[in-house]
């Protein structure tokens, strides 16, 4: 089974920006989704960026559109999450997460599709 590890959280002031990375251990298939969550203390799961292996087609949220980009590697697996603009209200434990298959055709966004799941990194955005 894929193993997740995400590093890169840390504070920063509103406006700067963060690099979040996602080590991946094991192999996925290209049927595979993976993406970026995040939780906010009090809140439900969010999804950030979603990620089809197979293609590397993206489906960002609302929120994020414009300020935050998934990188890709040469295996479509979305290591890095460039979060520039950041606003307080995204500070939140920031998750990469994983999935073996599509659903409907499409890598969703609601956090409950996916089964895999690393342990988190914090990041706090000071007003």
């Known amino acids: 089974q894929v193993q997740l590890v995400e590093s890169g959280g840390g504070a920063v002031q509103a406006g700067g920006s963060l690099r979040l990375s996602c080590a991946v251990a094991g192999s996925t298939s290209s049927n595979s989704c993976m993406g970026w969550f995040r939780q906010a203390p009090g809140k439900e799961r969010e999804g950030v960026v979603s990620v089809y292996i197979r293609d590397g087609a993206t489906l960002y949220a609302d929120s994020v559109k414009g300020r935050f980009t998934v990188a890709l590697d040469n295996a479509k697996i979305p290591v890095y999450l460039q979060m520039n603009s950041l606003k307080p209200e995204d500070a939140a434990v920031y998750y990469c997460?994983?999935?073996?298959?599509?659903?409907?055709?499409?890598?969703?966004?609601?956090?409950?599709?996916?089964?895999?799941w690393g342990q988190g990194t914090q990041v706090t955005v000071s007003s």
């Open positions: 997460a994983a999935r073996y298959s599509t659903v409907g055709g499409r890598c969703p966004l609601n956090h409950r599709a996916y089964a895999i």
